[in-house]
């Protein structure tokens, strides 16, 4: 079956590094999906990973993908307050057409 | 390129009343999906829309509907109203096809609609 799971929150200095990590359990996902919410919005795409690969960065984001233990994390550098958000990973699975399957969302919290 | 656009924004009604939601997805955009998102169920999938043919359903009552237009737009209609179906809305389009080397289900998301029910 699809699970995606998330730790709820995480605290982090500005300045520091964040790293957000998420769990999946279906082995058939193709894409998994990082998104970000602010209060009152709708999600904003961070960046996405194909399943063949282990690693893409881009700028400040970097996503490691652990296919084997099916672990995806996002780490953010040198992080700002207005990182302050929800991040949600997700994961797609084309053979059931478009649906993504997103995680519980982990608030990230960045104090001065 | 204009974004996914969906409203209304925001939208009050009473139990036992319907509901449409419209979403406009990204120009050229064939796939159009609907999300709803709440505090204890979080972002759950509601179905898919793909040249005018739902594709794809989530585990929602039939209360729950939609549909997609020739031109790719989608509208989501809800009838009799709940308490319980207090959310925000969201909407997300794809090309759903091949860009280059690879396929390009990439979901981009709308602002939204928050609807309350009183």
């Known amino acids: 079956g699809e699970d995606v799971e998330q730790s709820l929150f995480l605290s982090v200095r500005e300045g520091d590094s964040s790293v957000i990590n998420c769990t999946y359990t279906?082995?058939?996902?193709?894409?998994l999906y990082w998104y970000k919410q602010e209060p009152g919005a709708g999600l904003q795409l961070l960046t996405y990973i194909f399943s063949n690969m282990d690693m893409k960065q881009d700028q400040r984001l970097t996503v490691l993908l652990n296919k084997k233990d099916k672990h995806l994390s996002l780490r953010i550098a040198d992080t700002q307050t207005g990182d302050s958000a929800i991040y949600f990973c997700a994961e797609l699975n084309t053979g059931t057409a478009s649906k993504l399957t997103f995680g519980t969302g982990t608030r990230l919290q960045v104090t001065l | 390129k204009a974004g996914v656009t969906q409203t209304p924004r925001y939208l009050i009604k009473t139990r036992g009343q319907q509901v449409t939601l419209s979403c406009s997805p990204i120009s050229g955009h064939r796939s159009v999906s609907w999300y709803q998102q709440t505090p204890g169920q979080g972002l759950q999938f509601l179905f898919e829309y793909f040249s005018e043919t739902q594709r794809n359903k989530g585990n929602f009552p039939g209360r729950f509907s939609g549909r997609q237009f020739s031109n790719s737009r989608s509208e989501m209609n809800v009838s009799t109203l709940e308490l319980g179906d207090s959310a925000l809305y969201l909407c997300?389009?794809?090309?759903?096809?091949?860009?280059?080397?690879?396929?390009?289900?990439?979901?981009?998301f709308g602002p939204g609609t928050r609807l309350t029910v009183l």
């Open positions: 279906d082995s058939s996902s193709t894409y």
């Open positions: 997300a389009s794809s090309l759903a096809g091949w860009g280059g080397l690879e396929r390009t289900d990439t979901q981009y």
